[in-house]
């Protein structure tokens, strides 16, 4: 039983691994002569990332979830120092489902095997945080209410939303404001402003 499992760990390494070939080959063409190289050089890479256990990217129209995963892609990179083209490439490995098929419909469009990472982050605002996306996100802000919610998880999504919506609430004080108007009045009355000096703070509960 336990030689059947580590066959499967390491079928699950190699399936990994020539996924990754197979991506290099749709925008890079044959391999066949470099494919040791590549595999050699990449299966330490993605082993190493798998175990950081990132998140697999499926694609959204929540402006959160992108940067989410994005940030947590970045510092993954960051912290095993991974340079170049090569934070593309290991990024890219996580994508599924809908972004892969943007990423795809971008490989035919340019040679991203050349592709810089300010680049890629580029493409990917362009695609998931456009002008619409933000207007939308935006607006959802600006009329956010608690409505049915308890106020932790209104509180929560304020936050959410107030990342993509910072020139609506610039200050400590219009960001309050902001947060207790939309609150159920009943709320908004009981809610205590703490003022310390001209500086104003969120509602203490």
Same mark, same amino acid.
């Given at each position: 039983?336990?030689e059947?499992?580590r066959?499967?760990?390491?079928? *699950?390494?190699?399936?990994d691994?020539?996924?990754c ?9 044959p391999?066949?002569d470099?494919?040791?190289e590549?595999?050699?050089? =990449?299966?330490?890479? %993605?082993?190493?990332?798998r ?9 959204s !129209?929540?402006? /959160?979830?992108?940067?989410? /995963? *994005? @940030? *947590?892609?970045? @510092?993954?990179?960051?912290?095993m120092?991974v340079?170049?083209?090569?934070r593309?490439?290991?990024a890219t490995?996580?994508?599924r489902?809908?972004?892969?098929i943007w990423w795809?419909?971008?490989s035919?469009e340019k040679?991203?095997?050349?592709m810089? /990472?300010a680049?890629f =982050?580029? !493409?990917? @605002?362009?695609k998931y %945080?456009?002008?619409?996306?933000q207007a @939308?996100t935006?607006?959802e802000? !600006?009329?956010?209410t608690?409505?049915?919610m308890i106020?932790?998880? %209104?509180a =929560?999504k304020?936050?959410k939303l107030?990342k993509?919506?910072?020139?609506l ?6 960001? !309050? ?5 939309? =609150?159920k009045? *009943?709320i908004?009355r009981d809610v205590?402003i ?5 500086n ?6």
């Amino acid at each position: 039983m336990k030689e059947a499992r580590r066959k499967d760990k390491k079928g *699950m390494k190699d399936k990994d691994v020539a996924f990754c070939i197979m991506e290099y080959q749709k925008v890079s063409g044959p391999l066949r002569d470099t494919i040791p190289e590549i595999f050699n050089h =990449l299966e330490p890479l %993605y082993e190493s990332i798998r175990k950081q256990h990132p998140l697999v990217f499926e694609g959204s !129209a929540d402006p /959160w979830k992108e940067e989410q /995963w *994005m @940030s *947590m892609m970045g @510092s993954i990179l960051d912290f095993m120092q991974v340079e170049g083209d090569d934070r593309v490439t290991c990024a890219t490995h996580m994508v599924r489902d809908d972004a892969r098929i943007w990423w795809e419909v971008i490989s035919q469009e340019k040679d991203v095997t050349a592709m810089t /990472w300010a680049e890629f =982050l580029q !493409a990917f @605002s362009d695609k998931y %945080y456009n002008v619409a996306v933000q207007a @939308s996100t935006v607006d959802e802000f !600006a009329t956010l209410t608690q409505g049915n919610m308890i106020v932790i998880e %209104y509180a =929560l999504k304020f936050d959410k939303l107030a990342k993509f919506a910072e020139d609506l609430v610039p200050t400590n004080a219009t960001r !309050a404001d902001q947060f207790v108007r939309g =609150l159920k009045p *009943m709320i908004a009355r009981d809610v205590e402003i703490v003022s310390v000096g001209d500086n104003r703070h969120m509602p203490k509960f």
